[in-house]
Nanobody, 127 residues
Framework: VQLQASGGGLVQAGGSLRLSCAASGRTNSNYVMGWFRQAPGKEREFVAATSSSGINTRYADFVKGRFTISRDNARNTVYLQMNSPKPEDTAVYYC?????????????????????WGQGTQVTVSS
């Protein structure tokens, strides 16, 4: 499975941005999809995840109410809608695919769960 993330860029605080992650290759399985991010000098951290169907989602506390993860399985694409971003959201955002799942478990909050990773897209939020 190959993942291609796009949509990053420069956005003003309080604005909005939508990231996309298109999957290609072996996409007949509906993988659990996650977004992670890594800021300079920091560890990679979990942002959001969606179950195979897209019905169940989970968010890191610091993005709850601002970011929304969604997926279009017909297009093999997952999205991260970023509303009201803050300067502290500046990071490289990565999408990842892990084993299929109906619910989002604690294990899926860890990067260890995911087998496939996109190349990352830079998001910079200006104040």
């Amino acid at each position: 499975v190959q993942l291609q993330a796009s949509g990053g860029g420069l956005v003003q605080a309080g604005g909005s941005l939508r990231l996309s992650c298109a999957a290609s290759g072996r996409t007949n399985s509906n993988y659990v999809m996650g977004w992670f991010r890594q800021a300079p000098g920091k560890e990679r951290e979990f942002v959001a995840a969606t179950s195979s169907s897209g019905i169940n989602t989970r968010y890191a506390d610091f993005v709850k109410g601002r970011f929304t993860i969604s997926r279009d399985n017909a297009r093999n694409t997952v999205y991260l809608q970023m509303n009201s971003p803050k300067p502290e959201d500046t990071a490289v955002y990565y999408c990842a695919a892990g084993r299929p799942g109906t619910f989002i478990t604690v294990a899926m909050l860890s990067s260890d769960y995911y087998d496939y990773w996109g190349q990352g897209t830079q998001v910079t939020v200006s104040s």
